[in-house]
């Protein structure tokens, strides 16, 4: 039997190439998988059965609110969440940065992580059992100069992850977060600085910095996002897993 079969999994970021990676997996270990993007275009040559896809802003409230009851409502539990979905930061000084990149960045990296979680949270409630996966960002432990904000938003990520572990221990619900390395999407090139900018950051430089001396494709991070939605993780909560190559050390 496959690990996950039977569970109802709710996936955001769906669209982009870690969730559809993830995605993937999680179909061929049984799951029934709703994908939640901006835009799920992209989840359109996935042919399954057990694939549903939803357009939604992450951060509009009512939205995610009505999504997860629809999930319930049509298969009467959900099992898991995986939150992928995210955005990058162009590398700058802080005294470059506007107050309103910084909004954008907690908004779309933490608050829709808030958002979801606590959504999913409400409905695993009514099965005493769950598992959400948070996927933040090595640069939590080991910063980059210039990503100040996008670190912040991930450093966020991680420690709402902690208290939500302990808060949701008593009804079974486990929640962990994945800090991927540098990895090999359409994200990374976003980082690059802008051209006013002296920080040397591309493709190159990300992969020097991976002890295991290249970039992380997707999937290397999807077995560790399926290990933790399974049962096989029981006993795993509040952890921080990094599947960076050892750029963490």
Known sequence: ????????????????????QVVKDLL?????VVGLDINTEALSSI??????????????????VNVF???????????????????AQAAKSITNVEVSEWHKLMDINATAVFLTSREAVRYMKEKNQGSIVNVGSVSVTRPRPGLQSYVASKGAV?????????ETAPFNIRANVVHPGPA????????????NEKIEMNKDVFAKSVPLGRLIEP????????????DGARMITGSV???DGGRSI
Request: aromatic share 4%.
């Open 1 to 20: 039997m496959s690990q996950l079969t039977s569970k109802v999994i709710a996936v955001t970021g769906a669209g982009g190439g870690m969730g559809q």
């Open 28 to 32: 061929r270990n049984g799951a029934t």
């Open 47 to 64: 042919e399954d059965k057990n694939l549903r896809s939803k357009n939604i802003d992450l951060l509009d409230e009512a939205s995610i």
């Open 69 to 87: 009851k629809e999930i319930y409502e049509e298969f009467g539990r959900l099992d898991g969440l995986v939150n992928i979905a995210g955005i």
């Open 158 to 166: 991680e420690a709402f992850t902690k208290a939500l572990a302990l």
């Open 184 to 195: 090999d999407t359409n994200m990374l090139g976003k980082f690059s600085a802008q051209e």
């Open 219 to 230: 999937s290397d991070i999807a077995p560790t996002v399926i290990h933790l939605l399974s």
């Open 241 to 243: 897993i990094h599947v």
